[in-house]
């Protein structure tokens, strides 16, 4: 069982940025495909970007395309999300998982902790 810990949230104004990261515990990181999910105050938690294993491909939402970046390190057990002009709408706890594939957005594992991110317009 891999555990997540989500980190890097924070209160930013529209249009700014923030850097999340998701530290996994295990020795079989590299073996799941990862995604970004979020939860925003009263709505059900929505995917938002995912990654192979190898980091070579990615998949966004529809929302997010052009302004998020999804990467990993395998190495350091770590993915990360590039947020990019921010708008309030983006308001949610962020949380990441496992994935079975990049383009099955469906979560695998157990949620962390997850962290909050908060765009004020």
């Known amino acids: 069982q891999v555990q997540l810990v989500e980190s890097g949230g924070g209160l930013v104004q529209a249009g700014g940025s923030l850097s999340l990261s998701c530290v996994a515990s295990?020795?079989?990181?590299?073996?799941?495909?990862m995604g970004w999910f979020r939860q925003a105050p009263g709505k059900e938690r929505e995917f938002v970007a995912s990654i192979s294993r190898s980091g070579d491909s990615t998949y966004y939402q529809n929302s997010v395309k052009g302004r998020f970046t999804i990467s990993r390190d395998n190495a350091k057990n770590t993915v990360y999300l590039q947020m990019n002009s921010l708008k309030p709408e983006d308001t949610a706890v962020y949380y990441c998982?496992?994935?079975?594939?990049?383009?099955?957005?469906?979560?695998?594992?157990?949620w962390g902790q997850g962290t909050l991110v908060t765009v004020s317009s």
């Open positions: 295990g020795r079989t990181f590299s073996s799941y495909a």
């Open positions: 998982n496992t994935v079975r594939r990049i383009t099955d957005p469906n979560a695998l594992g157990a």
